[in-house]
């Protein structure tokens, strides 16, 4: 084997091949042995063995350009040493943090090395043999054909350049063949896995490179004088609160509920069945949102954009918008500073988490939400039990979502603000065998079809959830805050859909499509009392100050772009990301206007003046400065040049959500006699028990026959799943 190899090696053109030949499979075979990348089908395998080699094939070829035969084998060991080093140090990264190096954690090499700390020795395997021993016969094979390697004509450019360009053309193929499987891969990155599982390690390497300048170099120009424009737009953006509902809710447990691609025209909708049986899509939402406990909102419209559910996470905890293009997740997010609601509330005295039946690493939330303050983030890494039957491509059924929560919510010190993120209800809405629950309708769109079951479904996960906080005493003391996160389904099915919310396909218009934006917001008191149903304009914007002021919090000294939902002040306006505006009288989208109520075209002569065009440029040009506060502040993390009176921003080395399980026993434990949690109200005696589902992959729900054939699977799904545009 050696003499054969030996023997292929005589020319620089034959080693350069041998070297490239070498690194390729490596890599690959490092992506099966220690990377969980979530590669399903042949499609994506194929990407995956193609994608080392356009990268490979460029950066070897450099050695090319050194006519030189000495100093081109130089080059050649050189970038193959480093390329090699660079792999390696990913895969010691990933042992650790179930992530990839970024060129920040590069740039805070002290802080990295500092975490790894003392384990960084037990990462290494004896397997790892497997990533240097080609290195090391290279050095060998030159070694033994040192005399033959450095003889003959020096290479010529055509050679470089040639093969330069056959690196070129391999990657724009492997791209076209990513875009497929998965559209705007490097436009909308919700998770580094996808750039390394579709492109390689090395584009994902230079692909965050280039964010990371992009950002640093906006965040670079930054500086404490831009904070002037942003604190007069908000002293003037503020809506006072009213007596009536500030403080109303003063020291209550917070619970946000994220609905995921829930609608506002599922509220009240019912659908008859060929035998003439009608049933209601969302009868326990439809409970809520009309109980005199509950303060519902009729017109809510997401303004998320391409970073979808991580933009309704920004506007919801932060009242920032998301960026134009992108996510702000995984463009900044890990990185700036905010005055978020959960480190807002660590002064009151509130402990924070999330709940997401999904991996943490999906829009780059394990880091994120360090920035944001939270004190645990309970994900499918380390806080579920995902198997084939119980999980979806999203991660785990909301049924078994919250119920295996409660056994954590049960342990966190009170008062508590939390965020649970449901999963069940999303594109594609795929059909469920176990959990077919709602059958009707019948259209020729199956998109549709499993839409309306999934809601269903997720509408019974939340009746049984806030019957166990009922029954475990939560509830009376606890503000829930449900919300949909943006639309379920798409503009290109709304026609479809049209017949169904008594609407005519044919007169359908994007006036139709931008009303359907509105999503569900209903924030429930138990036992105000003084809740209804209010048809304000707003947006995700404008929950983060309503929830304070209800909680006896003024936000007159913090950095929001929304305003109070129950202020008489506010301006009844909402902006979407896109620049369009709504308000009760007028909607301009693009060059066109309707009549917000009737939804008739209103035309307008441009070279008139009138009081409506006035109005109309009035209300865009408040809609953009809203965006552009918004855009200076993320894109220039303006909130460290600022810190409101009596905050203290967050902390991100405290945080380590790969042992929040852990940690929050901890935090119980030594809490004491003088612990808050529910579990230590009762006396150590836990409510999980009193949990009830019907969830049929749930412990003794199922039949004998399949209980005792299902082995259950302690393998947690791994792939981050896409969030669509759907």
Do not use: C
């Not at 995956?48 to 460029?58: K, T």
């Not at 021993?133 to 030159?142: E, P, Q, R, V």
């Amino acid at each position: 084997m050696l003499q054969k190899l030996k023997e292929t090696t005589p020319t620089r053109v034959g080693f350069f091949l041998l070297a490239v030949i070498f690194f390729w499979l490596k890599t690959y075979l490092a992506y099966h042995l220690e990377f969980s990348l979530g590669v399903e089908g042949i499609y994506q395998h194929f990407l995956l063995f193609l994608n080392p080699l356009a990268s490979s094939l460029l950066l070897f070829s450099l050695s090319f350009w050194f006519s030189d035969a000495k100093r081109g084998y130089r080059a050649l060991f050189v970038i193959y040493f480093l390329n090699s080093l660079l792999l390696f140090a990913n895969i010691l990264y990933y042992r650790e943090f179930s992530d990839f190096i970024t060129i920040k954690a590069v740039l805070s090499a002290t802080t990295t090395t500092k975490s790894i700390g003392a384990s960084i020795f037990q990462m290494f395997h004896l397997q790892d043999i497997l990533y240097w021993i080609d290195f090391f016969l290279l050095i060998w094979l030159f070694r033994k054909r040192k005399t033959t390697v450095q003889a003959g004509a020096p290479l010529k450019k055509r050679m470089a350049i040639g093969t330069l360009a056959l690196s070129v053309v391999i990657f724009l193929v492997n791209l076209g063949l990513a875009e497929i499987d998965r559209p705007q891969l490097l436009t909308r990155t919700f998770d580094r896995n996808y750039i390394v599982k579709y492109l390689g390690m090395n584009v994902y390497t230079i692909y965050d490179g280039i964010q990371t300048a992009q950002a640093n170099a906006v965040r670079a120009s930054a500086d404490s004088s831009d904070m002037a424009p942003v604190l007069d737009y908000v002293d003037d953006h503020y809506a006072a609160p009213t007596e009536d509902y500030f403080g109303q809710t003063e020291g209550r447990n917070v619970v946000f509920i994220h609905l995921e691609s829930m609608q506002q025209f599922l509220i009240d909708l019912s659908l008859t069945e060929e035998n003439g049986v009608t049933s209601e899509v969302t009868p326990f939402l439809n409970q809520l949102y009309h109980s005199p406990d509950s303060y519902s909102f009729s017109n809510f419209f997401h303004q998320t954009s391409q970073g979808k559910t991580s933009d309704a996470e920004l506007l919801i905890d932060n009242s920032l918008f998301g960026l134009p293009q992108g996510s702000a997740f995984t463009q900044v997010g890990a990185d700036n500073t905010f005055h978020s609601t959960p480190q807002i509330l660590k002064d009151k005295g509130y402990t924070s988490a999330v709940f997401h039946g999904n991996v943490g690493s999906f829009w780059d939330r394990d880091n994120v939400y360090k920035s944001f303050g939270y004190d645990y983030f309970f994900s499918s890494e380390t806080s579920y039990t995902l198997n084939e039957e119980n999980s979806l491509e999203y991660g785990l059924k909301d049924k078994l979502f919250f119920q295996e929560s409660v056994q954590y919510l049960e342990q966190m010190q009170q008062p508590f603000y939390t965020k649970f993120i449901t999963v069940s209800n999303h594109f594609p809405f795929p059909p469920d065998e176990l959990n077919t629950v709602f059958d009707i309708p019948d259209t020729e769109d199956e998109t549709i079809n499993g839409f309306f079951n999934t809601v269903h479904y997720a509408d019974e996960s939340l009746e049984e959830f806030f019957q166990y906080m009922k029954d475990s005493g939560l509830y009376e003391n606890t503000i829930f805050v449900l919300y949909g996160d943006h639309y379920g389904i798409s503009n290109s099915r709304n026609k479809t859909l049209a017949p169904l919310l008594d609407k005519d396909p044919e007169t359908w218009n994007d006036y139709e499509n931008t009303m359907l934006q509105r999503v569900p917001l209903i924030i429930h008191a138990p036992g105000i009392g003084t809740g209804g149903i209010n048809d304000t304009y707003g947006g995700q914007v404008d929950v983060m100050p309503t929830v304070l002021h209800l909680l006896g919090i003024d936000t007159q000294s913090y950095i929001q772009m929304g305003q109070d939902l129950l202020s008489p002040d506010r301006d009844n306006l909402v902006v979407l990301r896109n620049g369009n505006v709504i308000s009760p009288i007028y909607t301009a989208l693009g060059n066109n206007l309707y009549d917000t109520a009737t939804g008739n075209p209103i035309y307008l002569d441009p070279e008139m003046e009138s009081p409506i065009a006035a109005k109309v440029q009035e209300l865009k040009e408040a809609g953009q400065m809203q965006l552009n506060m918004s855009d200076q502040v993320v894109n220039g993390d303006l909130l460290r040049f600022y810190s409101p009176p009596n905050f203290t921003p967050a902390d991100k080395s405290l945080h380590n959500y790969l042992d929040s399980p852990a940690k929050l026993l901890e935090d119980f434990q030594s809490s004491g006699e003088e612990g808050t949690s529910l579990l230590q109200e009762n006396n150590g005696e836990s409510t999980v028990p009193l949990y009830q589902t019907d969830a049929p992959e749930f412990p003794g729900n199922q039949p004998a026959s399949v209980e005792e054939g299902t082995e259950e699977s302690s393998e947690l799904p791994t792939e981050p799943v896409e969030e669509t545009e759907e």
